[in-house]
């Protein structure tokens, strides 16, 4: 089965920049979005189509596409981004949807 | 405005059934494929089961597939989730969510309803 691996957790200090990435086989073909969720709270989209940003999602995240690897990058960090952040694929010739494991970004 | 509202979730025992609904406004509900994704206790996202727009294509993730059975009624803009034969490992929060129309990402969630299979 189709799998992607994230790293569990990213420190970042307030103001600099941050970057999680997501490794899956192929992923480059497929379409890679990224979901923040915050403590208690659904999560929301904040990447989708590897580097599109969805209205209302500061331009401070961005998202970028190499080959295997999709990564999700915040700059000029800030205190209300701490959150977990999930990446996901779908997989057009099965269907299915797969989710990253999720990387906690601290911000201290 | 979006809204997407599960409700029927609670403590259930191994073995038992249960059935969730999701009441979708806000949207025109025939046009969107619906998704379930579950979040067991300090864990991550599982994609759980998807549902065409239409309601006649299915799919379901291996650790629930002949346990669960995605549906909907578009004339009530409801999305449903049987579920049967639960075990432990199905305790989570169950969020309901909307596909986007090119189906390779979710654009709306549900609030989440918290499922628990205990004895």
């Known amino acids: 089965s189709y799998e992607l691996t994230q790293p569990p957790s990213v420190s970042v200090s307030p103001g600099q920049t941050a970057s999680i990435t997501c490794s899956g086989d192929k992923l480059g073909d497929k379409y890679a979005c990224w979901y923040q969720q915050r403590p208690g709270q659904s999560p929301v989209l904040v990447i989708y189509?590897?580097?599109k940003r969805p209205s209302g999602i500061p331009e401070r995240f961005s998202g970028s596409n190499s080959g295997n690897t999709a990564t999700l990058t915040i700059s000029g960090t800030q205190a209300m981004d701490e959150a977990d952040y999930y990446c996901?694929?779908?997989?057009?010739?099965?269907?299915?949807?797969?989710f990253g494991g999720g990387t906690k970004l601290t911000v201290l | 405005e979006v809204q997407l509202l599960e409700s029927g979730g609670g403590l259930v025992q191994p073995g038992g059934s249960l059935r969730l609904s999701c009441a979708a406004s806000g949207f025109t509900f025939t046009s969107y494929a619906m998704s379930w994704v579950r979040q067991a206790p300090g864990k991550g996202l599982e994609w759980v089961s998807s549902?065409?727009?239409?309601?006649?294509?299915?799919y379901y993730a291996d650790s629930v597939k002949g346990r669960f059975t995605i549906s909907r009624d578009n004339s009530k803009n409801t999305l449903y989730l049987e579920m049967h034969s639960l075990r432990a490992e199905d305790t989570a929060i169950y969020y309901c969510?909307?596909?986007?129309?090119?189906?390779?990402?979710?654009?709306?969630w549900g609030q989440g309803i918290l499922v628990t299979v205990s004895s």
């Open positions: 969510a909307r596909k986007t129309l090119d189906y390779s990402n979710y654009d709306y």
């Open positions: 189509q590897h580097t």
């Open positions: 549902l065409s727009s239409s309601g006649y294509s299915t």
């Open positions: 996901q694929a779908w997989d057009s010739s099965t269907a299915y949807v797969v």
